[in-house]
């Protein structure tokens, strides 16, 4: 399956949102989801996030590609991208919650055990790729590489 994430900057926070529904149900994470057959990855990410939270991200930056493999055999392919800019106001929707979230308060204990390995990149604007391996929500391996 491929898919997206997107994460909305504006100064020392960032947007995340708690799940309600689907895959990571109760967990923060970013919004994003499935891309739809002719949808590009940053055209599904614009479109998640208006749907998840009635925001629209502007000046996208794809920076991080990540590949999950499940032990259900599930397997998901999926684009990061970043925006500094938006318009609309983040509401709740019947599949998220929005989370105005201060960088130096990342709640990665509440989130995917990926997202403590490559946040951070994200934050420091730098390209990465991941690789995990998960049992359900336990994380069994784990390689990211960024660029210097």
């Known amino acids: 399956m491929h898919a997206t994430l997107l994460f909305i900057f504006q100064g020392d926070e960032v947007l995340l949102i708690r799940k309600k529904r689907g895959l990571g149900a109760g967990k923060i994470n970013g919004p994003g989801g499935k891309i739809d057959p002719g949808e590009t990855p940053e055209q599904c990410a614009i479109r998640e996030t208006q749907e998840e939270l009635g925001v629209r991200g502007a000046g996208l930056t794809d920076l991080g590609l990540l590949r999950f493999q499940f032990t259900d055999g599930l397997g998901l392919l999926c684009h990061v991208f970043r925006a500094d800019s938006f318009t609309g106001e983040a509401v ?28 951070h990149h994200l934050i420091a604007r730098r390209r990465f790729t991941g690789n995990f391996e998960f049992d359900g929500d336990t994380m069994l391996s784990c390689e990211v590489i960024a660029d210097t």
């Open 92 to 119: 709740e929707t019947d599949e998220a919650v929005p989370l105005w979230t201060r960088l130096d308060a990342i709640p990665y204990d509440e989130m995917w055990a990926d997202d403590r390995m490559w946040f």
